[in-house]
């Protein structure tokens, strides 16, 4: 069974960083690409950054040279550090999955996490 677990979210001053992580089970990063997904009230779902199963990495162009997904495959855990944060990045964030040997960013989120709130104050 899969299991998605996110921590670190909370709320930051303008400017400052946070960093999540997502402690995974019950799936191999060699099979399936993880990452993060964000929805901010009254907005869809956006895809933040992933690291693919045969490990390239997307991040999407909001969020591009702030953030930074990273992977521990000891630890197995999927981590976001996330710096200069702006009142826009404030959303719930999630870690998902794709399903195996798919991306997120073409073939969609197999498993989800609960989601961790992050709250950038001005």
């Known amino acids: 069974q899969v299991h998605l677990v996110e921590s670190g979210g909370g709320l930051v001053q303008a400017g400052g960083s946070l960093r999540l992580t997502c402690a995974v089970s019950?799936?191999?990063?060699?099979?399936?690409?993880t990452g993060w997904v964000r929805q901010a009230p009254g907005q869809e779902r956006e895809l933040v950054a992933e690291i693919t199963w045969d490990d390239r990495e997307y991040s999407s162009d909001s969020v591009k040279g702030r953030f930074t997904v990273s992977r521990d495959k000891v630890k197995n855990t999927v981590d976001l550090q996330m710096n200069s944060l702006m009142a826009e990045d404030t959303a719930t964030y999630y870690c998902?999955?794709?399903?195996?040997?798919?991306?997120?960013?073409?073939?969609?989120?197999?498993?989800w996490g609960k989601g961790t709130l992050v709250t950038v104050s001005t």
């Open positions: 998902a999955a794709s399903p195996a040997y798919g991306t997120i960013r073409s073939s969609s989120v197999a498993y």
């Open positions: 019950g799936l191999t990063f060699s099979l399936y690409s």
